[in-house]
């Protein structure tokens, strides 16, 4: 097995040559490296299950040898050869990390221990490793660049990224504001060759079209008035890397013309300009916008659209995977604790039980920026339930709403208005509604059904829960037009699946 190869680190030749021999006897694959420095680079060369190293060594000696497998990583086990009149050194080096040490002169006895030594040297050496391993698995579970996140929506994202980052295809991120579409555009471009080149960002809705075309292609010299110099656009300036086009559904249509004709051609016409220059480039656009409504609105080209979105990639809002709002918080909290020079003991029950009942509306972002907050303002060891919520909403929507129920209301009345109140407290949340009621998310939507019924009967009597009915009707259609997307994109490739 590769990693029972064992790496003796000794500069005199005699000691190296026969503990080689006892070793090989052993069926160890045995190396020898003649000073420290040497026993380095074999360390990063290969994988050592363990190094036999003298303390005395020319250019590195014993612990420095460990400390710079400390520095690098390298788990190889150390066992630290040592003369009688460094036994101290030798016990430090094991303070240090080194596995044992034996003293010479290698003796028949010591042999005989260092021959004991070795296996349970390197058990400890698999079992670190297995250990690495399994961390680092984990941990490619619940990050992604600079991504954060291990729900089941976010792991299959990371997977689309990684199948998707070594083309040249174009890619659109779709996903409310705050979701993390720049990071995933981000990871894209670093997980892939281009991460050599450069990640150049564009906002579409920020820039008048005039300079957004400019920005986009460039101009020539003399191109219109006052242009003295001539200038490279985005196309030219990210090539051999990738060009990020953020909220592409706001761009002016002849610009999106202008954009189909660059991607279709990979190349780019500088304005004024005649000559076509190619350009090695990877498009990944973005919106926030509802698309379907953007294309039928003829908002948004099809044709681009069908260009840009060779995959679509679908970033959940935030209240969908609420399973990532904890790490989340708790990796905002130390990122901000230290920039702030802060220290927290962590979340009090009452503001992490806010945290993740909260509906987040403006996402990752609404969440990165109450944690921020809450690490300024807060006074004491831990974030509290005032210093997350935000002051508008201290008295308001979460807090409990009273209800006023006319007498002569029936048991049912009561029920209804109590569902309907909670639902709207929860700004429509049907999950949230049934946790706090302390019932199943079917029975809110049977209640919430009922309720629609007798108001489309045509229900005359003004009673609260009728005319709040009302509200709950545009909400409920705005949400089931959401999952009507939701579910039509999915079933078109929002999994990375091609569109053409
Ligand atoms: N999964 C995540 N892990 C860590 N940070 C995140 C994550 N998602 C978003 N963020 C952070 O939230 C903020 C918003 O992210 P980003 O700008 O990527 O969102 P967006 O979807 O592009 O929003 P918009 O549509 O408003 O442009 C950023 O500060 C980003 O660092
Ligand atoms: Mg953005």
């Not at 679908?314 to 230290?338: H, I, K």
């Not at 489309?456 to 037009?481: C, H, I, L, M």
Request: net charge neutral.
């Amino acid at each position: 097995m590769e990693t029972s190869k064992v790496l003796i680190a000794d500069d005199e030749h005699s000691i190296a040559a026969g503990l080689s021999a006892v070793l090989e006897e052993e069926g160890y694959t045995v190396e020898v490296a003649a000073d420290g420095q040497k026993a380095l680079e074999c360390l990063l060369g290969g994988s050592f299950g363990v190094v036999l190293a003298d303390l005395k060594m020319p250019k590195l000696d014993g612990l420095a040898l460990l400390l710079e497998m400390q520095k690098r990583e390298i788990t190889s086990e150390c066992i630290i050869i040592t003369g009688q009149a460094t036994v101290d050194s030798a016990v430090q080096a094991m303070r240090q990390g080194a596995y044992d040490y034996i003293e010479k002169p290698l003796t028949a006895e010591k042999l005989n221990r260092l021959k004991a030594l070795i296996p349970k040297a390197l058990e400890k050496f698999h079992v670190r490793r297995a250990n690495r391993a399994l961390a680092s698995e984990l941990q490619a579970l619940t990050h992604y660049g600079e991504l954060t996140g291990q729900s089941e929506s976010m792991r299959s994202v990371y997977q689309v990224i990684d199948a998707v980052a070594p083309s040249t295809a174009s890619v659109l991120i779709l996903g409310e504001s705050g979701t993390g579409k720049e990071l995933v555009a981000r990871a894209m471009h670093q997980k892939s060759e281009r991460s050599r080149g450069p990640f150049l960002a564009l906002n579409c809705a920020a820039l008048p079209k005039d300079i957004l075309e400019n920005e986009l292609f460039g101009h020539e010299k003399g191109a219109f008035t006052g242009s003295t110099n001539e200038k490279p656009g985005a196309f030219e300036m990210a090539d051999g890397g990738t060009l990020f086009l953020d909220e592409v559904a706001e761009m002016a249509s002849d610009i999106q013309v202008k954009l189909l004709r660059a991607l279709e051609s990979r190349s780019v016409r500088r304005l004024g300009g005649r000559k076509e220059i190619a350009v090695d480039i990877r498009v990944v656009a973005a919106t926030n916008r509802d698309l379907q409504k953007a294309l039928a609105e003829s908002e948004l080209r099809e044709d681009l659209y069908y260009r840009l979105a060779v995959v679509e990639i679908y970033l959940p809002p935030l209240r969908e995977r609420m399973g990532d709002v904890r790490l989340l918080a708790t990796e905002f909290l130390a990122r901000f604790s230290q920039q702030n020079g802060k220290r927290f003991t962590g979340f009090d029950d009452a503001a992490m039980e806010w945290v993740l009942s909260y509906h987040w509306p403006g996402n990752v972002r609404e969440l990165k920026n109450a944690v921020e907050r809450a690490v300024i303002m807060s006074r004491s060891g831990s974030i509290g339930l005032a210093d997350i919520v935000p002051r508008h909403m201290r008295n308001a929507p979460d807090t409990p709403v009273a209800m006023t129920l006319p007498v002569g209301s029936t048991l049912a009345d009561a029920r209804r208005q109590l569902v309907l109140k909670t639902f709207s407290m929860t700004g429509g949340d049907v999950d949230r509604t049934a946790r706090v009621l302390g019932t199943t998310p079917a029975e809110v939507r049977t209640e919430l059904a009922e309720l629609l019924r007798t108001v489309g009967e045509g229900n005359e009597t003004e009673t609260p829960p009728a005319a709040a009915a009302r509200n709950v009707k545009g909400k409920a259609s705005v949400k089931d037009k959401d999952a009507a997307r939701r579910r039509s994109k999915r079933s078109g490739g929002s999994g990375g699946a091609g569109r053409r």
